[in-house]
């Protein structure tokens, strides 16, 4: 093999056209977020035509659209983008199950010999994790998505950043440091989680070293302030920390943020993405609703019944298309995670973009639990697989104790067929559940018949499987 085959990385992109198209901070505030809403328009529908064009070479569109009586040139531009049928999580798992082992929506990416590719994962689902594979564009934008995310939030060069997410066959921790290195200037510093380096040498290193920015989920910062309570580390005296940059999930009433932020005695930023797409909403100094990223893609909100395409201040499911992955395109993506959009304005941090609001929960049954997205119908095999229940379960989701001494918690309800103590079920059950999860949740046997007022048919003419009894 010549050193000519090889796709090099660096040289797989154009990069000052790159920074360009997609200008990393400070230069974001002074070009797309400083645009025109005609000129905000005219980019996202130039590189979404372009997005389009090639989706209709790729069987998985080609396909879809197809079946819908679409044909090339029925779609002009953003306008009709309602006119094409929106997809979602199973429907890329269909594909890969028919065209494995990557699916008919991105095969083609491996037919290119000079496309260098990374493959990523999707976090938390039944089976085996759903694949992604990522050219350099499509790896870059998404760290010049959380560049400025960080910029906005505090961070600057030559500042330690302490990332407490583990850079694995998931994105996010990738996305961060890839930000810091190559988009920023900060020092990453990446400890990985609470498993990879122990929460009391994260507190450790973070004091000796200087950290002054975290990226962290909101459960863990829990941790974090608890083990340094217990360990006599004053994390406001101790500690150089400036911003926390998070995932606050469903945190509508604040108060997990104003725990946090009490405790840290820093502002905690929230911030929303997707594996897919990236960060495609994030806070300001402001904390008043988060950015789009709108020259990377374009959302829509839905109604969760009928589709129709709701206006700003309604609550639906957040459909996204990309405005730069070509590898795979993804267009009109129904995320099924419920969200409030509001128009474009001139927020006091300097930047001109649409919002929208912090994460309001599934329109499905899918919880996300301890950063895990949890499905609890991934737990039917299991437990109708097992002559000694009835088949019928519920997933319970809660919170033990109160301030930073809560912790989420997941109780599986079993209904068992015989009356009695059984402790080969409950194992049985406890190892099963864990198994279809990825991760382990208690498993409470209930006398046969305990569940019917909770599983009963709802109004759609589905068992109901999940009970969220969380603030």
């Not at 989680?193 to 909101?218: C, D, I, K, M, N």
């Not at 406001?236 to 509508?252: C, E, N």
């Not at 374009?298 to 996204?320: K, R, S, Y």
């Not at 995670?337 to 912090?358: H, M, V």
Request: hydrophobic share 40%.
């Amino acid at each position: 093999m010549t050193s000519t085959s090889i796709p090099y990385y660096w040289s797989s992109v154009d990069w000052p056209a790159f920074m360009a198209d997609f200008p990393p901070p400070p230069h974001y505030a002074d070009h797309t977020a400083a645009m025109s809403d005609d000129e905000l328009h005219g980019l996202q529908e130039t590189r979404f035509l372009a997005r389009m064009s090639e989706a209709w070479q790729i069987p998985f569109y080609r396909d879809r659209w197809s079946a819908a009586g679409l044909e090339p040139g029925d779609v002009r531009g953003l306008d009709d983008l309602a006119a094409i049928p929106a997809f979602t999580s199973d429907d890329l798992r269909e594909s890969i199950e028919s065209a494995p082992p990557f699916g008919s929506h991105q095969a083609f990416a491996l037919d290119d010999p000079t496309l260098p590719l990374k493959l990523q994962t999707s976090g938390g689902t039944t089976g085996l994790p759903r694949p992604t594979l990522f050219d350099p564009i499509a790896w870059e934008v998404q760290a010049v998505q959380y560049a400025r995310a960080l910029w906005a939030q505090g961070a600057r060069p030559h500042e330690l950043l302490q990332i407490t997410l583990t850079n694995s066959l998931a994105n996010i921790a990738w996305c961060a440091h890839t930000a810091a290195y190559n988009w920023l200037g900060a020092i990453s510093m990446t400890t990985g989680s609470g498993l990879v380096t122990g929460s009391l040498r994260q507190l450790e290193l973070a004091r000796e070293w200087g950290t002054t920015g975290w990226v962290a989920f909101g459960e863990y910062l829990k941790i974090l302030a608890q083990t340094a309570d217990e360990a006599g580390i004053d994390l406001k005296r101790d500690l150089a920390t400036r911003f926390i940059h998070s995932y606050l999930g469903v945190d509508t009433a604040g108060h997990l943020r104003r725990l946090l932020e009490e405790t840290w005695g820093v502002p905690v930023y929230d911030n929303y993405g997707t594996h897919e797409v990236g960060l495609i909403g994030f806070e300001c100094a402001e904390q008043d609703g988060m950015h789009m990223n709108e020259d990377t893609a374009v959302v829509q909100i839905l109604d969760p019944q009928t589709d129709e395409v709701l206006g700003h201040g309604q609550t639906g499911n957040l459909v996204v298309t990309s405005l730069h992955r070509s590898v795979p395109p993804v267009i009109r993506y129904d995320l099924k995670d419920l969200i409030q959009t509001r128009p474009r304005e001139l927020c006091p941090c300097g930047i001109r973009t649409a919002k929208f609001s912090g994460f309001l929960g599934r329109s499905d049954e899918m919880v996300k639990f301890r950063a895990n997205n949890v499905f609890p119908r991934a737990a039917q095999d299991v437990v109708m697989g097992d002559e000694r229940t009835t088949g019928e379960f519920l997933c319970v989701v809660g919170v033990e104790g109160e301030g930073l001494g809560s912790r989420e918690v997941m109780t599986v309800r079993v209904e068992q067929r015989v009356p009695g103590r059984d402790p080969g079920l409950q194992k049985d059950m406890e190892n099963g559940i864990k198994a279809a999860f990825g991760t382990r949740v208690g498993v409470e046997l209930v006398p046969a018949g305990t569940l019917a007022p909770y599983t009963g048919l709802g109004g759609e003419g589905k068992v109901k499987r999940l009970l969220d009894l969380r603030p």
